[in-house]
Structures are given as C-alpha cells and as structure tokens.
C-alpha cells in the first residue's frame, strides 16, 4: 500500500510530508489514550479510537520513511 504512494512522491512533497504534524488536540488525544492503554483502562470505544490512530501513525510513519529517503537520494553527491 505504501509503494504506489511512495512512488508519486516528488521532492517538494516529500520535503512537505517530513514537516507534517499532527494537530495539538489531536496529538492530546492520542498522548490521552496511549496513558489510558497503558494503565488498562480503556473503555471499547476508546480502544477501537485509540488501535485506529495507532494504524494511521505507523502508515504516516512509513510514508515519512519514503519520503525522507527520497530526499537523501535527490541530495547532491
């Protein structure tokens, strides 16, 4: 799934995508329900919330990977 969007990465939006961050509220949510997971007590709905973003991290994160690399290529010798 990452390849074929990696593959229409182009240096300025790769260079956009390293400097993407998660919004302050957002970040507060994630922080909120990472300590709730790891004191155990999330609620269901919490949880299935919490395994969604956790998923959508790790794709950013991938994504972010490729575009960083493709950076470092396009860097002059």
Do not use: H, W
Request: proline share 6%; charged share 30%; glycine share 4%.
């Amino acid at each position: 799934m990452i390849e074929p969007l990696s593959g229409i990465l182009n240096e300025e939006s790769a260079r956009r995508l390293v400097a993407l961050k998660p919004e302050p509220a957002l970040q507060a949510r994630v922080d909120y329900l990472a300590e709730k997971c790891s004191e155990g007590t999330l609620t269901p709905d919490e949880r299935e919330d919490y395994s969604r973003c956790v998923s959508f991290g790790t794709f950013i994160a991938l994504l972010n990977s490729k575009a960083r690399l493709l950076l470092k290529k396009s860097e002059p010798a």
